[in-house]
């Protein structure tokens, strides 16, 4: 999302506090948030319900239960991605099942 300034330039769109609290508010979405801020790249969905369960549980992405995996990638999917979108906070590419963030500055508010 973003905006025109008067003089051109895109300048991303202001988001509402109450919807980037709400944004944030739930901890495995701001969890995966926190990852992909980390990376420079997109993440496939998959290795980034990984990623989150591994940060959840302690330990590396690898051992975690693929079951579990596989359970998160549908959240991530049905609930988290379409919200993060909704909002111009991550880009979701469905052609390569990644996801990428958008949107940083919005995590400050969580720091």
């Known amino acids: 999302m973003a905006t025109r300034s008067s003089n051109g330039t895109e300048r991303p769109t202001q988001l509402p506090d109450y919807v980037v609290a709400d944004l944030l508010a739930h ?18 969905v998959a290795d980034l319900a990984a990623a989150v369960l591994a940060a959840e549980r302690d330990q590396s992405p690898a051992s975690v239960d693929q079951e ?41 508010v969580a720091d």
Do not use: C, M
Request: no cysteine; proline share 5%; charged share 40%.
């Open 27 to 44: 901890d495995r979405r701001r969890r995966a948030l926190e990852i992909l801020r980390e990376r420079d790249d997109p993440v496939i």
């Open 68 to 108: 579990a995996v596989e359970e998160l990638r549908r959240e991530l999917y049905e609930e988290h991605i379409p919200r993060l979108t909704a909002t111009g906070i991550v880009a979701y590419d469905s052609l390569k099942g990644t996801v990428e963030l958008q949107r940083p500055d919005l995590l400050s």
